[in-house]
């Protein structure tokens, strides 16, 4: 555990969030207009993926939120 505060936190959960409401909002906008023809079992399927895939860079994103290190 460290002893003291560190920037790094603070500054990544509100990278965090910004990321997160960007990436949706791109999905929201942009992924619908693509996939509203195809049947439904496949556009979940596509937004199933969607859900999952922005959790890939996360680990390395909170490793460097804890110790400042790349991943």
Known sequence: ???Q???RIP???LL???GLTVYALVIARYVPELIEGWPT???TLVYLLL???WLLPLRRFLIWM???RKG
């Open 16 to 18: 965090l969030v910004v």
């Open 66 to 68: 804890e110790t400042g």
């Open 51 to 53: 859900g999952i895939v």
């Open 41 to 43: 079992l496949v556009q």
């Open 11 to 13: 500054v990544g959960i």
């Open 5 to 7: 505060p560190t920037w």
């Open 1 to 3: 555990m460290r002893d």
